[in-house]
């Protein structure tokens, strides 16, 4: 491995590609796919992946460095590929309101010059990872895709844009294309270290190193939190699901419960044997109040379940995060 153009220009065929291959999400579908014995190709440009998430399958995959704002290289590495999950994009919320830019290039031109690779390459399907945040801070729950989409972050903008273009590429180019609405996914491999990282990677950690995480505001908002298990199936079931049940459609992808940021930061504490309560911090710009899915588009189109509900996915996350970060008791 190493060099970074590395399948470039040698004409292997993948018959998977994932985007964004060394990211939480991305790196788990690589590794579900690399287990069913697929030929995959990941494209990462290690921004905000990391090396360490594809270090079980590097030997047995194509590992592509490369970025999505680089049009040519898009269409380089969507050449002799028939399915894409793209999942690459600078994520999070308050990363987009400190520096819209940044993601907006990412998550809307990235976007799109992966779509123009994938229809110059002749892509069957393209499942995107797309985002509960369309629907923003509007009244009516559980949220159902025939809601009109409220973005409020620059980051929901953003992962709407990229939904409609998918959508439009499906009805004039006849690219088949999924967009997978997630809801707050979490589990092993989420980055906790950043402070824009998913608010159950970071407390996990700063449990384990004994800090005090805080809530920015009343801990009252509503979650669905997603198990990363549950995403997985979700997008091979979206991948493998008849056109004309999916194709150019948008899915909520979550649980379809929801739970507050308090009840969460007390299951977590539970589990850790945390006994500090938390200290609370000013509202985060941009952030939605409530959260909750209502999954049965999914269930009807293509079958999906939730596998792992929140008490076994905090389990197995704690477990992971525990593991990971060396500290087998927080006491
Ligand atoms: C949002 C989107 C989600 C998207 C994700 C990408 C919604 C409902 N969800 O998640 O679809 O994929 O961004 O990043 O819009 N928090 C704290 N303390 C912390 C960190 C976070 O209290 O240290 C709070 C946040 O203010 C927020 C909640 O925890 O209320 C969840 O935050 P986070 O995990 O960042 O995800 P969302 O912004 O909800």
């Not at 990211?23 to 069913?36: E, N, Y």
């Not at 990462?44 to 592509?64: A, C, I, Q, S, Y």
């Not at 970071?202 to 449990?207: H, I, N, V, Y």
């Not at 493998?240 to 007390?266: H, M, S």
Request: net charge negative; hydrophobic share 40%; charged share 25%.
């Amino acid at each position: 491995m190493g060099h970074p153009a590395r399948g470039w220009y040698t004409g292997i065929m993948a018959k998977y590609l994932v985007t964004g291959c060394a990211g939480f999400i991305g790196s788990s579908l690589v590794d579900a796919l690399v287990k069913r014995g697929e030929t995959v190709r990941g494209l990462d440009n290690f921004e905000t992946g990391k090396r360490e998430n594809l270090d079980g399958v590097v030997d047995r995959m194509e590992l592509v460095e490369g970025d999505l704002r680089d049009a040519d290289a898009m269409v380089r590495v969507c050449r002799g590929v028939d399915y894409v999950f793209h999942t690459a994009a600078v994520a999070s919320v308050p990363r987009s309101v400190k520096d819209p830019r940044t993601s907006h290039t990412a998550n809307i031109d990235g976007t799109f010059n992966l779509l123009e690779g994938a229809r110059a390459a002749g892509v069957k399907r393209a499942v995107y990872s797309a985002s509960s945040s369309a629907y923003g801070d509007q009244p009516g729950f559980p949220r159902r895709e025939t809601m009109a989409p409220a973005p409020i972050s620059p980051y929901a903008v953003q992962k709407l844009a990229g939904e409609l273009y998918m959508s439009s590429f499906w009805q004039v180019y006849g690219l088949e294309t999924v967009n997978l609405r997630y809801f707050n996914i979490f589990g092993p491999r989420q980055d906790p270290g950043s402070p824009y990282s998913g608010v159950m990677a970071r407390f996990s950690l700063q449990m384990l190193r004994g800090e005090q995480p805080t809530i920015f505001g009343d801990g009252e908002q509503g979650r669905d939190f997603t198990y990363i298990d549950n995403v997985v199936s979700a997008n091979f079931l979206a991948m493998d699901a008849a056109a004309e049940k999916v194709a150019g459609r948008v899915f909520n992808i979550a649980c379809g419960e929801q739970y507050t940021l308090n009840e969460t930061y007390g299951a977590l504490a539970k589990l850790m044997d945390f006994q500090e309560p938390p200290a609370y911090g000013p509202s985060r710009a941009g952030d939605v109040r409530d959260s909750l899915a209502d999954i049965s588009a999914a269930r009807e189109a293509f079958g999906y379940e939730p596998l792992v509900g929140f008490e076994e996915g905090l389990r197995r996350t704690v477990a992971w995060y525990r593991e990971e970060y060396g500290v087998s008791s927080p006491k």
